[in-house]
């Protein structure tokens, strides 16, 4: 072993993996004093016992390292290499930051795109970015198999001119390799997402994934292409590296140009001595979750936003996922259906834009008179749609009081059948505690469930399936505030208590039928159904909800847009208790006898906080903090009230398993969790994608440019995706201020979607 120089920069290397191993023992080697720190006991427990060890082949070499988990860490951090799974970027940066020195920094070498996370943490100013392509794995604790050189770019965030510190970093890590500083770091990372893409991809099978890759040419290229059309949206200059050319895998190049990039890929990869990817080893021998869900969540939210769609990663995703804890399922068939979802890509799947093909979408845009017809008449009527939705707003329905709620429901019944006529059916599913049809209910409960199902017309769709038609009718606003907050109408604003969330979105759906009736145009088969309880959780209706969505084509959802974008994505959402019993105890005569449950509750709170990710959308609030009966008395009681947030299955299962794993800091306290999840993710699936290309087609027949968004807040459509119905959400009001006093919409708003509302059914009468 080699006795590192005093003279050299000192780093700490916080993750010691396979890249953090790697650069670790290559500064090591170089005389630079380097301090590994890893939460796995083992790896640590191994490097001090041998020191770091890299294999090549059947050789080992070793160097010494100082090397300790995050609890035994004393001191300050100066230049600090992150190497954490990405996954793990915001605990990890959490323990550094108040450990960072003012002049130190943070690199980020890391797969995913984790430098803003990091620099939430730390600040932009201690925050520098890297890009990292190195084959090598842990084999064994304390040992990295090296799987032979790779590239490395350090630079600033947001493209900065390359700074002093950055040049250092870089003559320092180039006793590893060809270490370089650049400019466009944001290039090389999102060009190896796409390349990373296919990596992902070959663990699906268990074979080289040099092979793989070359005998999967069409779901390769459909991979990386669905990311660099997101790159391209957003501006990004695509970097290539090592044998990787970005540019012959972008939507609409040269085939002879992809097969030559493929030809060199292929054969570059044969020529590394790690011949699966990481990923693989994490599913078929480390048996443990992947980390590269994480790294695409960046990718899913700007696809989201853009309009974009992504079904083939989303299927890699889905298949990793499903492979966690049962690698068996391993299998080059996925390959395979991966390459025919490919084909029918190309066949008519997207457009040069990028956006779905008309053949892929569940229905068939109508004629532009026909939507202009529709837009034209609703206009006219602008005046009946304000007054109905001033009549509505007039209606109290607060979600705890069953005698409003019961009386709205009487008055929702007559004015459908004053604005549509009779239904070919209706049905009152009554719900716990709820008022009567008579609106002389008591007591406390959810309002009744109405359905009302509408006859189709002139419909030449091969689906006969009615649209669902989802939506509520009670309000966060309590009883009583109306007196001093009516409906108010200025112009085109129109303000008061529910007009957002969500009477002007059923005034929109209504006023469409109306519409398709008056103009005499076809539309699907409909049932408008709407519940009494979403705004407390929709507890009594999701089940009655569900099994509606079963026997329906699709559903359309009229909550509120998202600044006028269409709600493709949702969070979901749990709603947890943590409550902490200790012992009581005289806090100045007795003060070690009790054991405090707010001691303990503060400890848990901040455990709690390390479960936050937010780079893959994982919030966790702890919003409601009780406990203790006085100031002298040791609290024998303490609870805090939680809400959560996850943007997929599989951060809603980590956290799942980690509030089952809490346990007391003070073994003399208990510690329960009570709560569940209160409503699934609602995640872009191809259907929903599917649905949203359809409307913005009918919107641009109307002259809008309609957007999409992922948001944090949940609805009933959450319930419906996960039971495998597609829906489109949002369909409802344009404007803002949802449960608060300045809610509002606009008559413009209310004209355009029930056109845009319209538009669709028609569409759907005809696909």
């Known amino acids: 072993m080699t006795a590192p120089s005093p003279q050299r920069a000192a780093y700490t290397v916080v993750g010691g993996g396979a890249i953090g191993g790697t650069l670790a023992f290559a500064l090591a080697r170089a005389g630079h004093p380097v301090t590994v720190v890893d939460t796995d006991a083992a790896h640590v427990a191994a490097i001090r016992a041998r020191g770091l060890v890299v294999a090549h082949g059947e050789a080992r070499t070793s160097v010494a390292v100082d090397a300790v988990t995050p609890d035994e860490f004393r001191g300050t951090l100066g230049r600090v290499l992150l190497a954490v799974k990405a996954q793990a970027t915001g605990a990890a940066a959490a323990w550094i930051a108040p450990r960072l020195a003012p002049d130190g920094y943070v690199v980020s070498l890391q797969n995913g795109f984790n430098e803003g996370l990091v620099a939430q943490h730390v600040g932009t100013h201690r925050t520098v970015a890297a890009f990292v392509n190195i084959f090598a794995d842990v084999v064994e604790p304390g040992v990295v198999l090296d799987g032979g050189a790779g590239a490395l770019v350090v630079g600033e965030p947001g493209g900065a001119p390359v700074s002093p ?6 003559a320092d890590l180039r006793s590893w390799g060809p270490a370089v500083a650049g400019d466009n770091v944001e290039g090389y990372l999102w060009a190896k997402a796409g390349f990373g893409a296919m990596l992902a991809a070959t663990a699906l099978a268990d074979a080289p994934m040099a092979d793989l890759i070359d005998r999967h040419r069409p779901a390769m290229a459909g991979l990386a292409g669905e990311i660099f059309a997101v790159s391209d949206r957003l501006g990004v200059t695509l970097e290539a590296f090592d044998a990787f050319d970005p540019l012959p895998f972008r939507q609409g190049t040269d085939p002879a140009e992809r097969d030559a ?7 570059w990869l044969r020529t590394q001595a790690k011949d699966r990817s990481g990923i693989w080893r ?14 695409y969540a960046d990718v899913f939210d700007h696809a989201a936003r853009e309009g974009l769609p992504t079904p083939l990663l989303r299927t890699v995703m889905e298949g990793l996922r499903s492979l966690e804890g049962a690698p068996d399922g391993m299998s080059e068939s996925r390959l395979a259906e991966l390459d025919r979802l490919a084909g029918q890509a190309v066949l008519g799947g997207t457009d040069e834009s990028g ?16 939507a202009a017809a529709v837009r034209r008449w609703l206009d006219g009527h602008r005046e009946e749609m304000v007054a109905d939705l001033d009549a509505y707003t007039s209606q109290g329905s607060a979600s705890d009081d069953p005698d409003d709620l019961a009386a709205c429901l009487g008055w929702l019944r007559d004015w459908l059948d004053r604005r549509l006529g009779a239904p070919d059916a209706e049905e009152i599913l ?3 505690g709820a008022g009567t049809e008579t609106g002389t209910g008591t007591g406390a409960g959810a309002g009744d ?9 002139d419909t030449s769709a091969e689906d006969s399936r009615p649209v669902l038609l989802l939506g509520h009718y009670d309000t966060v606003w309590p009883t009583g505030t109306l007196d001093d907050w009516p409906f108010l109408r200025d112009r085109d604003h129109i303000s008061g208590p529910g007009v957002f969330d969500m009477k002007a979105g059923l005034v929109q759906a209504v006023w469409a039928l109306r519409a398709l009736d008056a103009l005499g145009l076809p539309r699907p088969a409909c049932t408008l159904m709407l519940n009494g309880d979403e705004e407390t959780g929709s507890l009594a209706s999701h089940e009655a909800i569900v099994a509606e969505s079963h026997g329906s084509r699709l559903a359309m959802v009229f909550e509120a847009a998202a600044d006028g974008a269409i709600k493709t994505a949702r969070k979901g959402v749990g709603l947890f208790t943590l409550t902490v019993t200790g012992s009581e105890a005289h806090a100045g005569l007795d003060p070690t006898a009790g054991a405090s449950a707010v001691d303990e509750l503060a400890h848990q709170i901040l455990r709690l906080a390390e479960l936050r990710a937010p780079e893959a959308g994982t919030s966790l609030n702890v919003g409601v903090v009780e406990g203790g009966t006085r100031s002298n008395v040791t609290a024998g009681r303490a609870v805090g009230r939680i809400d959560i947030r996850v943007a997929s299955a599989a951060e809603q299962q980590r956290i799942t398993d980690a509030l089952a794993a809490l346990r007391p800091v003070d073994p003399r306290t208990r510690v329960e969790i009570t709560g569940d999840w209160n409503r699934p993710v609602f995640e872009r699936t191809e259907q929903v994608a599917a649905l949203a290309e359809l409307a913005r087609r009918c919107a641009a027949l109307l002259g809008e440019d309609l957007r999409e968004a992922s948001v944090g807040g949940a609805s009933d459509g959450n319930f419906v995706v996960a039971a495998g119905t597609p829906v489109l959400d949002g369909m409802g009001a344009v404007g803002s201020g949802a449960h608060a006093r ?10 355009a979607r029930s056109a845009l509302t319209a538009t669709v059914l028609v569409s759907l009468a005809a696909g």
């Open 449 to 457: 469930i109405l359905v009302r199902r509408y006859p189709g017309r």
């Open 742 to 751: 300045s809610e509002n919409t606009s008559v413009s708003g209310m004209v």
């Open 165 to 170: 510190r950055v040049r250092a970093v870089v």
């Open 430 to 432: 009554p719900r716990p």
């Open 282 to 295: 994490d599913l078929a021998v480390r048996n443990r979750p992947v980390e590269v869900t994480t790294h």
């Open 261 to 267: 990039a493929f030809d060199r890929l292929s054969a």
């Open 355 to 370: 956006h779905l093909a008309a053949s892929t979408m569940p229905g068939r845009p109508p004629a532009a008179e026909q």
